[in-house]
């Protein structure tokens, strides 16, 4: 794989946002004719990379050298332009087009008079593409009924129509079956073949030393190290994604779990949950780990009245609980701190003291609803001050906090109402590290008050990190149950893909 | 999963940052008071053009003329600050005058009664097209259009396609002719709904509800709001509004006509939108909207004694709302 | 199941109600009828096809009615009060009406207002600029209508026993039907109104694919308004009230989202028959107005909550699938069903 000109060089690449430092001094080559992953927890900078190299972002600091020279990118026309196509987790496609039209949308080839589309030829091109990508790909096929694996074929081929030497792929295998990921990976090895480079995100290690040809680890904003795959251990990557060897993780020994709080018998929705059933106890945090589309957000939902389910039983401290809304949920002392904050968790537009009172109108109003302005106020600077929001006046908007400390928001809302079981799904994402460790010492407090805490995460060493027992769900299914001190990166990751790689 | 989730958060001009919290940015402001500001050169640039506009007689007649406008606009906002949108209020404010009027001329109901009927049935073409819009799921703007044909044809067939003349009592005149002491009564039942629906919004859980509701609906929802009870109580509202709307018209002119009400909707949702209320939800307030409605009044009006040609006179009405929206907009991307 | 009853469910309902008509109203099933059921689709089916284009788009054109009526008030007043020739008067008309159908496209989009309120201000602002237009200044009985009998052709001539107006009508459909299909127009279209970042990032120019559709539209209305005048002989100014719900139904009933990026003029043109023989059979039925345009809001109203509950039902189906591919592992996913009808390579 030696080569002697780059592709592509990041050189002291640095940008900020405010309240954290996304990247700092990230130097790396890419070169042609390579796969290259970019690896690192969440928050380290990676996504804020490829949003720079896409032309979303501007770097503050830093160039960006294409085969030796540097050039700028402004716009993610001019990435294009250069060669460089970004595929993100939601596909950038028209639902009612098909294959072909979506393939060579704004490029497609004129017949006789000006306007007029060569249908011919536009099915004729796309077909030409997806066998270069040795696809079964129908070009026909309408684009909307396609499945998500699919659809990334089709942004494949329109990247490789675009004649695109660099393909970037964020978290391309999330949502995607083993079958489908193979599938993947076979038209990644056939764009190396006609010497174009492939750099893609992945939190899923083995499927980095499986396609992988170097890797690049990114932590805190900072370049830990480019090497080649086949001179790394898995050991290796943990230890410099995360800093410190997985076994070393700081345990919390907590006091043994109390009473059973929380019991799932058999819950079963049609073609997203199948026959789950765990306990969550008193005191207790349960990690509940997976992939993506394994289930585990459906499962906090339905648990929470959010969505419906076909079948089963819940039982809370000993009664059937059966949640037919949120509200009878809230009612029963549960709590929700969903996945996706800005689109689920808050009102961009309220101020941090009226997104907290969201679920605590009882606490705010006492008499039909009038809100007491004064016990509004005192509610939220209590919780501001617990919880070390900032900034912490109550009335500033939520949308001008950081990702941390609107997520602190979120969680001072169910602090507020005591909730006994506190659903929390992925804690941490998007939050910077020093919030992330507060949350962390948060939930830990909270677990040893008693408050029983279910923690979904895609990322494992928080998980290991946290729980006292864990789950791990793979579609729709919990397949795998064990203590903290059973559990491992590599045993988790395992149960999570199906046991290959 | 989309690529936004995974970042670590969006870039924001370090200035803007530091004013929206505390303070408000200039454009914030202006779009809090620039209608009050538009509104006092408005009325300043007519005083100075129309000597009789600053007459006592003027004004009040403007003021009876812009209350009931006034009150649906109040009703129209609870529904699009939740997210929603009804364009049915004018055929609902021919249906409340007609059901007063049928009320007094053919079931010898007594004025209060028959007022009450009115705004009654108002309420109840709110709580159905709220229904059909929370259960049915069924998209706002094409729920009440329907309503809209729906609720006229009601009135035509229940009026029998005639005009309503019923008993000219006094006491229900008074609703539309009388005042208290120098205010018409329009007006004061005007001020009135104002203060309970700032109230409404401003002081109470189901104010914040409306507001989160069109904020964020998800995030409502997942907060153990009862989001469908709300919405549907904002239809109940608005239809509750206009039905008052109706009966306060009718008692003014002292006869039900079947198309009473005809177009209104347009000037409801203008007066809304020149207030300030985002069509989309989750901005604004009741008390921008019924000034909104003073607003377009008083421009009506003004353009009127000055003697300005119908067709320019609508011109220059769709001119402002559009002007007004425009500035909005602007002002709001600027500060997100 | 549910898939061939979403496409074919209309057609069939459609000749269901044909039926229904024919047998129980006098005088539905016959070819005076029919030929007054086709002249009346002509009319609204202009309409109709500018609106298609506009709701796949993205948008909503509520000035259509409106449109309308300028077009008939302005032909009455050329014709008729100024004795203008057709071959003059038309195209003026039309060219009016276009250029309104442009201002509203340019005030949607570049003063991002939304189409909502800019077309309904226009619904209101366009009649009444019509009205205060409408010169019906009748000197003598024969004044009294527009007769030049070229101008008469269009709405209430026939071709071999063909309306004209269907004609047209059949004429400017195949014209839309080739620019939705064949033209790099139609596709960004469809991409514009269904996924409007991609389209930008294909390079499409997103604004001024909008500013077309409400260009096209008030043409279309302009159309309408041009052969109504003719069917009727004078620009009435009560017509076309509440014809933009009719339209607008039509259009959804036909399979358009009204959020987008879907729809086709076939869908359209039945939801448009759909409308026209439910009118038709009402009035021959003896239903007064108004218990019409009730029954005509439950049908539209009916036909959007099933869209709304197919919807949801193929959004269900797409996660089965997703999900049931996961599970059998080694097959590949849901989707490959489309690429097994027309066979793997």
């Given at each position: 794989m030696a080569?002697?000109?780059?592709?592509?060089?990041?050189?002291?690449?640095?940008?900020?946002?405010?309240?954290?430092?996304?990247?700092?001094?990230?130097?790396f080559t890419i070169n042609?004719g390579e796969v290259h992953a970019l690896v690192g927890e969440n928050?380290a900078?990676k996504?804020?990379?490829?949003?720079?190299?896409?032309?979303?972002?501007?770097?503050?600091?830093?160039?960006?050298?294409?085969?030796?020279?540097?050039?700028?990118?402004?716009?993610?026309?001019?990435?294009?332009?250069?060669?460089?196509?970004?595929?993100?987790?939601?596909?950038?496609?028209?639902?009612?087009?098909?294959?072909?039209?979506?393939?060579?949308?704004?490029?497609?080839?004129?017949?006789?008079?000006?306007?007029?589309?060569?249908?011919?030829?536009?099915?004729?091109?796309?077909?030409?593409?997806?066998?270069?990508?040795?696809?079964?790909?129908?070009?026909?096929?309408?684009?909307?009924?396609?499945?998500?694996?699919?659809?990334?074929?089709?942004?494949?081929?329109?990247?490789?129509?675009?004649?695109?030497?660099?393909i970037i792929m964020d978290e391309p295998t999330a949502a995607l079956t083993l079958q489908e990921t193979q599938q993947l990976f076979q038209i990644v090895r056939e764009l190396r073949a006609?010497?174009?480079s492939v750099l893609f995100i992945s939190h899923a290690l083995e499927e980095v030393f499986e396609i992988a040809d170097r890797v690049t680890v990114l932590r805190?904003?900072?370049l830990v190290t480019t090497r080649n795959a086949r001179e790394l251990t898995r050991a290796d990557l943990v230890r410099f994604m995360i800093g410190r060897a997985v076994d070393?993780?700081?345990?919390?020994?907590?006091?043994?779990?109390?009473?059973?709080?929380?019991?799932?018998?058999?819950?079963?929705?049609?073609?997203?949950?199948?026959?789950?059933?765990?306990?969550?106890?008193?005191?207790?945090?349960?990690?509940?780990a997976g992939l993506v589309?394994?289930?585990?957000?459906?499962?906090?939902?339905?648990?929470?009245?959010?969505?419906?389910?076909?079948?089963?039983?819940?039982?809370?401290?000993?009664?059937?609980?059966?949640?037919?809304?949120?509200?009878?949920?809230?009612?029963?002392?549960?709590?929700?701190?969903?996945?996706?904050?800005?689109?689920?968790?808050?009102?961009?537009?309220?101020?941090?003291?009226?997104?907290?009172?969201?679920?605590?109108?009882?606490?705010?109003?006492?008499?039909?609803?009038?809100?007491?302005?004064?016990?509004?106020?005192?509610?939220?600077?209590?919780?501001?001050?617990?919880?070390?929001?900032?900034?912490?006046?109550?009335?500033?908007?939520?949308?001008?906090?950081?990702?941390?400390?609107?997520?602190?928001?979120?969680?001072?809302?169910?602090?507020?109402?005591?909730?006994?079981?506190?659903?929390?799904?992925?804690?941490?994402?998007?939050?910077?590290?020093?919030?992330?460790?507060?949350?962390?010492?948060?939930?830990?407090?909270?677990?040893?008050?008693?408050?029983?805490?279910?923690?979904?995460?895609s990322y494992l060493p928080?998980i290991l990190?946290?729980?006292?027992?864990?789950?791990v769900?793979r579609?729709?299914?919990?397949?795998?149950?064990?203590?903290?001190?059973?559990a491992s990166e590599e045993r988790l990751m395992e149960a999570a893909t199906g046991g290959v790689g | 999963?989309?690529?936004?989730?995974?970042?670590?958060?969006?870039?924001?001009?370090?200035?803007?940052?530091?004013?929206?919290?505390?303070?408000?940015?200039?454009?914030?402001?202006?779009?809090?008071?620039?209608?009050?500001?538009?509104?006092?050169?408005?009325?300043?640039?007519?005083?100075?053009?129309?000597?009789?506009?600053?007459?006592?007689?003027?004004?009040?007649?403007?003021?009876?003329?812009?209350?009931?406008?006034?009150?649906?606009?109040?009703?129209?906002?609870?529904?699009?600050?939740?997210?929603?949108?009804?364009?049915?209020?004018?055929?609902?404010?021919?249906?409340?005058?007609?059901?007063?009027?049928?009320?007094?001329?053919?079931?010898?109901?007594?004025?209060?009664?028959?007022?009450?009927?009115?705004?009654?049935?108002?309420?109840?073409?709110?709580?159905?097209?709220?229904?059909?819009?929370?259960?049915?799921?069924?998209?706002?703007?094409?729920?009440?259009?329907?309503?809209?044909?729906?609720?006229?044809?009601?009135?035509?067939?229940?009026?029998?396609?005639?005009?309503?003349?019923?008993?000219?009592?006094?006491?229900?005149?008074?609703?539309?002719?009388?005042?208290?002491?120098?205010?018409?009564?329009?007006?004061?039942?005007?001020?009135?709904?104002?203060?309970?629906?700032?109230?409404?919004?401003?002081?109470?859980?189901?104010?914040?509800?409306?507001?989160?509701?069109?904020?964020?609906?998800?995030?409502?929802?997942?907060?153990?709001?009862?989001?469908?009870?709300?919405?549907?109580?904002?239809?109940?509202?608005?239809?509750?509004?206009?039905?008052?709307?109706?009966?306060?018209?009718?008692?003014?002119?002292?006869?039900?006509?079947?198309?009473?009400?005809?177009?209104?909707?347009?000037?409801?949702?203008?007066?809304?939108?020149?207030?300030?209320?985002?069509?989309?939800?989750?901005?604004?307030?009741?008390?921008?909207?019924?000034?909104?409605?003073?607003?377009?009044?008083?421009?009506?009006?003004?353009?009127?004694?000055?003697?300005?040609?119908?067709?320019?006179?609508?011109?220059?009405?769709?001119?402002?709302?559009?002007?007004?929206?425009?500035?909005?907009?602007?002002?709001?991307?600027?500060?997100? | 199941?549910?898939?061939?009853?979403?496409?074919?469910?209309?057609?069939?309902?459609?000749?269901?109600?044909?039926?229904?008509?024919?047998?129980?109203?006098?005088?539905?099933?016959?070819?005076?009828?029919?030929?007054?059921?086709?002249?009346?689709?002509?009319?609204?089916?202009?309409?109709?096809?500018?609106?298609?284009?506009?709701?796949?788009?993205?948008?909503?054109?509520?000035?259509?009615?409106?449109?309308?009526?300028?077009?008939?008030?302005?032909?009455?007043?050329?014709?008729?009060?100024?004795?203008?020739?057709?071959?003059?008067?038309?195209?003026?008309?039309?060219?009016?009406?276009?250029?309104?159908?442009?201002?509203?496209?340019?005030?949607?989009?570049?003063?991002?207002?939304?189409?909502?309120?800019?077309?309904?201000?226009?619904?209101?602002?366009?009649?009444?600029?019509?009205?205060?237009?409408?010169?019906?200044?009748?000197?003598?009985?024969?004044?009294?209508?527009?007769?030049?009998?070229?101008?008469?052709?269009?709405?209430?001539?026939?071709?071999?026993?063909?309306?004209?107006?269907?004609?047209?009508?059949?004429?400017?459909?195949?014209?839309?039907?080739?620019?939705?299909?064949?033209?790099?127009?139609?596709?960004?279209?469809?991409?514009?109104?269904?996924?409007?970042?991609?389209?930008?990032?294909?390079?499409?120019?997103?604004?001024?694919?909008?500013?077309?559709?409400?260009?096209?539209?008030?043409?279309?209305?302009?159309?309408?308004?041009?052969?109504?005048?003719?069917?009727?002989?004078?620009?009435?100014?009560?017509?076309?009230?509440?014809?933009?719900?009719?339209?607008?139904?039509?259009?959804?009933?036909?399979?358009?989202?009204?959020?987008?990026?879907?729809?086709?003029?076939?869908?359209?043109?039945?939801?448009?028959?759909?409308?026209?023989?439910?009118?038709?059979?009402?009035?021959?039925?003896?239903?007064?107005?108004?218990?019409?345009?009730?029954?005509?809001?439950?049908?539209?109203?009916?036909?959007?909550?099933?869209?709304?509950?197919?919807?949801?039902?193929?959004?269900?189906?797409?996660?089965?699938?997703?999900?049931?591919?996961?599970?059998?592992a080694?097959?590949?996913?849901?989707?490959?069903?489309?690429?097994?009808?027309?066979?793997?390579?």
């Open positions: 080569v002697s000109a780059s592709l592509l060089e990041v050189v002291g690449l640095t940008k900020a946002f405010p309240g954290v430092q996304a990247l700092e001094d990230v130097s042609p928050g900078g996504s804020t990379l490829i949003k720079i190299l896409a032309g979303v972002y501007q770097a503050d600091a830093g160039e960006v050298r294409l085969g030796g020279s540097p050039v700028a990118i402004r716009s993610v026309h001019e990435a294009q332009q250069l060669g460089i196509a970004v595929i993100y987790q939601e596909p950038a496609l028209v639902p009612a087009l098909t294959v072909a039209e979506n393939i060579l949308l704004g490029r497609e080839p004129g017949a006789g008079l000006p306007g007029l589309v060569d249908r011919q030829a536009l099915l004729a091109e796309a077909q030409r593409l997806l066998d270069r990508l040795d696809s079964p790909l129908d070009p026909r096929a309408r684009v909307g009924e396609l499945g998500i694996s699919w659809q990334q074929v089709v942004e494949i081929a329109k990247a490789l129509s675009l004649d695109a030497r660099l006609q010497g174009r805190d904003g900072r070393e993780s700081a345990s919390r020994a907590r006091p043994v779990a109390g009473r059973e709080v929380l019991r799932v018998q058999g819950l079963r929705r049609q073609g997203v949950l199948d026959n789950v059933s765990f306990t969550l106890h008193e005191g207790e945090i349960l990690g509940i589309g394994s289930g585990r957000t459906e499962l906090a939902r339905a648990l929470f009245g959010a969505d419906p389910i076909d079948g089963g039983e819940i039982w809370l401290a000993g009664k059937r609980f059966a949640p037919r809304s949120p509200k009878d949920a809230l009612r029963a002392g549960l709590g929700l701190v969903p996945e996706d904050r800005k689109r689920e968790g808050l009102v961009e537009a309220f101020s941090t003291a009226a997104n907290i009172s969201l679920a605590n109108f009882g606490f705010i109003s006492r008499l039909l609803g009038w809100i007491d302005q004064t016990r509004e106020r005192l509610l939220a600077t209590r919780l501001i001050d617990r919880l070390a929001v900032q900034p912490s006046s109550p009335t500033w908007r939520v949308r001008n906090l950081s990702g941390g400390n609107q997520q602190k928001v979120v969680l001072a809302r169910w602090l507020a109402r005591n909730v006994k079981v506190l659903l929390v799904d992925e804690p941490t994402r998007g939050v910077d590290v020093g919030a992330k460790d507060e949350i962390y010492r948060l939930m830990d407090e909270l677990a040893r008050s008693g408050m029983a805490i279910m923690m979904i995460s928080e990190q946290m729980s006292d027992r864990i789950l769900m579609e729709g299914r919990i397949v795998l149950e064990l203590s903290r001190q059973q | 999963m989309s690529h936004e989730s995974a970042t670590v958060e969006q870039p924001r001009a370090p200035a803007a940052r530091r004013l929206a919290g505390r303070r408000l940015s200039l454009e914030a402001a202006l779009a809090q008071y620039g209608l009050y500001l538009a509104l006092l050169l408005l009325v300043i640039l007519f005083g100075a053009l129309s000597p009789a506009f600053l007459s006592v007689d003027n004004g009040l007649s403007v003021l009876r003329q812009v209350s009931t406008v006034g009150i649906m606009a109040v009703g129209e906002a609870f529904v699009i600050l939740a997210g929603g949108i009804d364009v049915s209020v004018g055929s609902v404010v021919g249906l409340g005058g007609m059901v007063a009027g049928l009320a007094l001329r053919d079931y010898g109901a007594s004025p209060l009664v028959a007022a009450f009927l009115g705004l009654l049935a108002g309420l109840l073409v709110g709580l159905v097209n709220g229904l059909v819009i929370s259960w049915l799921r069924v998209n706002p703007f094409i729920t009440t259009l329907a309503t809209l044909s729906g609720v006229r044809g009601i009135v035509y067939i229940i009026s029998n396609q005639y005009d309503v003349r019923f008993p000219a009592l006094d006491a229900f005149l008074y609703f539309g002719r009388g005042s208290v002491g120098p205010i018409p009564v329009q007006v004061v039942v005007l001020v009135l709904v104002v203060a309970i629906a700032w109230l409404l919004e401003t002081r109470t859980t189901f104010g914040r509800a409306i507001h989160a509701l069109g904020g964020n609906e998800t995030a409502a929802r997942l907060s153990g709001i009862a989001v469908e009870r709300v919405r549907v109580a904002t239809y109940a509202i608005c239809g509750a509004c206009a039905g008052l709307a109706g009966v306060l018209i009718t008692a003014q002119i002292a006869i039900a006509v079947p198309y009473q009400g005809s177009g209104a909707e347009l000037d409801v949702i203008a007066a809304v939108v020149v207030g300030g209320v985002a069509l989309t939800g989750g901005v604004g307030s009741v008390l921008l909207a019924a000034l909104g409605a003073l607003f377009i009044g008083v421009l009506a009006n003004g353009m009127a004694l000055l003697d300005i040609p119908s067709i320019w006179q609508m011109v220059i009405k769709g001119v402002a709302i559009l002007v007004a929206v425009g500035l909005y907009n602007i002002a709001r991307t600027r500060r997100a | 199941m549910l898939r061939v009853l979403r496409s074919y469910g209309l057609l069939v309902a459609l000749l269901v109600l044909g039926l229904v008509f024919a047998l129980a109203a006098p005088g539905f099933a016959t070819f005076g009828n029919v030929a007054d059921m086709l002249r009346d689709l002509s009319i609204v089916g202009f309409m109709a096809i500018g609106e298609t284009l506009v709701i796949i788009g993205g948008g909503i054109d509520l000035s259509i009615g409106s449109i309308l009526v300028l077009a008939g008030i302005l032909s009455d007043d050329l014709l008729r009060g100024m004795g203008w020739n057709p071959f003059l008067a038309v195209p003026l008309v039309l060219a009016i009406c276009t250029l309104v159908g442009l201002a509203n496209g340019i005030i949607v989009t570049w003063f991002r207002i939304p189409a909502f309120i800019v077309t309904l201000a226009g619904l209101y602002a366009i009649r009444g600029i019509a009205l205060s237009l409408y010169r019906h200044d009748v000197t003598s009985v024969t004044n009294a209508l527009i007769s030049d009998p070229t101008f008469l052709v269009l709405g209430q001539g026939d071709l071999f026993g063909i309306p004209v107006s269907l004609l047209l009508f059949l004429v400017v459909f195949a014209a839309a039907l080739a620019l939705l299909q064949r033209t790099r127009f139609g596709l960004h279209l469809y991409a514009v109104g269904g996924n409007d970042l991609a389209a930008r990032l294909s390079g499409i120019d997103v604004d001024r694919v909008r500013v077309v559709t409400y260009t096209l539209s008030g043409f279309c209305a302009g159309l309408s308004g041009v052969v109504l005048a003719s069917r009727l002989q004078t620009g009435a100014p009560e017509a076309g009230l509440g014809a933009e719900f009719d339209v607008i139904g039509a259009v959804v009933i036909g399979g358009a989202s009204l959020l987008g990026g879907s729809g086709t003029l076939g869908g359209t043109l039945v939801g448009t028959a759909f409308i026209i023989v439910l009118a038709k059979g009402q009035s021959l039925l003896g239903v007064p107005a108004n218990y019409q345009s009730f029954a005509r809001g439950a049908v539209i109203l009916l036909a959007v909550v099933l869209d709304g509950l197919a919807q949801r039902r193929r959004l269900r189906t797409r996660v089965i699938t997703r999900a049931a591919s996961l599970r059998e080694g097959q590949p996913t849901a989707a490959a069903p489309l690429g097994q009808a027309r066979g793997w390579r």
